[in-house]
C-alpha cells in the first residue's frame, strides 16, 4: 500500500517556503520513489528539495545558510 501524499504547499521549513511538487525521483539505495518540492528560499533562489528532508529538518535553505554560517565561523578564527 502507497503511502498517503502530504501536500506541504505553502508550508515553511526554515528558509523555504514549499511553491510547488517537483518531479519524483528514484532513491539509488533502494530504488523507491522519492516525493520532491520546489521551494523559494527567503534569499531568492530556487530550490528543490525532498519531502521527507524538508519535514526531519535536514534542509533549512538552498544553500545559502550553511554558507553564511561558515562565513561568520570564519570571520570568529580570524579575530
Not at 523559494?40 to 533562489?45: A, I, P, Q, V
Amino acid at each position: 500500500m502507497a503511502a498517503k501524499l502530504i501536500d506541504r504547499t505553502g508550508r515553511r521549513y526554515g528558509r523555504l517556503v514549499v511553491v510547488s511538487r517537483a518531479p519524483s525521483t528514484r532513491d539509488l539505495s533502494d530504488g523507491r520513489l522519492v516525493t520532491q518540492w520546489l521551494c523559494r528560499c527567503d534569499c531568492g533562489e530556487m530550490h528543490t528539495a525532498r519531502g521527507g528532508s524538508l519535514h526531519g529538518g535536514q534542509t533549512l535553505s538552498c544553500g545559502c545558510l550553511r554558507a553564511e554560517n561558515c562565513s561568520k565561523l570564519a570571520a570568529r578564527r580570524r579575530s
